[in-house]
């Protein structure tokens, strides 16, 4: 499953990727949406992706408009909110579904391999965030409610591994 969850593919600035040009990186993986109460967190991602990239991190927002509508931005304009807003530079992929039956392949690898509490596989919110060591040889699920700063202690010890 793990080849799945690296070849799995999505877009970036209307380029096609996979996660297997960053399979020996620690990822911090998140899904977003630029109008929820929530989105103040970018600034804490982008504060983790400076700190962290040269470590071995490497941070991708994957917008959802699945919770209240609260991602109305179109591709290219959700880029362009982050930038102004958040000072966003690390990289945002297109609107992809987290739940249901149109779930992006990487959100239902990230969501069986770290189920939330009560083992359930739903992503209740926005910005819940998932910390893949290299190799995903262990995930690990943070709430919505998690701040970007409070990752800071397993980022350094997945980035140690890199």
């Known amino acids: ?15 096609q990727n996979t996660l297997a040009q960053w399979r020996d990186k620690t990822l911090l993986i998140v899904n977003s949406a630029t109008q929820c109460a929530l989105a103040s967190q ?6 983790l ?17 699945q919770f209240f509508k ?31 039956q149109h779930t992006h392949p990487i959100f239902q690898y990230l969501k069986s391999q770290a189920p939330g509490i009560f083992g359930s596989e739903k992503i209740k919110w926005n910005f819940t965030k998932f910390l893949v060591s290299p190799g995903a040889s262990q995930i690990k699920r943070y709430s919505p409610s998690v701040k970007p700063e409070n990752l800071i202690e397993e980022i350094e010890i997945m980035c140690q591994s890199t």
């Open 1 to 15: 499953m793990k080849a799945t969850f690296y070849d799995s593919e999505f877009l970036i600035a209307g380029k």
């Open 42 to 47: 970018f600034t804490g991602l982008q504060n």
């Open 49 to 65: 992706h400076e700190k962290f990239h040269e470590q071995g991190l490497v941070v991708i927002a994957f917008p959802c408009d």
């Open 70 to 100: 609260q991602e109305p931005e179109t591709d290219q304009s959700m880029t362009q909110v982050c930038q102004l807003n958040f000072g966003v530079s690390f990289d945002i992929a297109h609107k992809v579904a987290v739940n249901g």
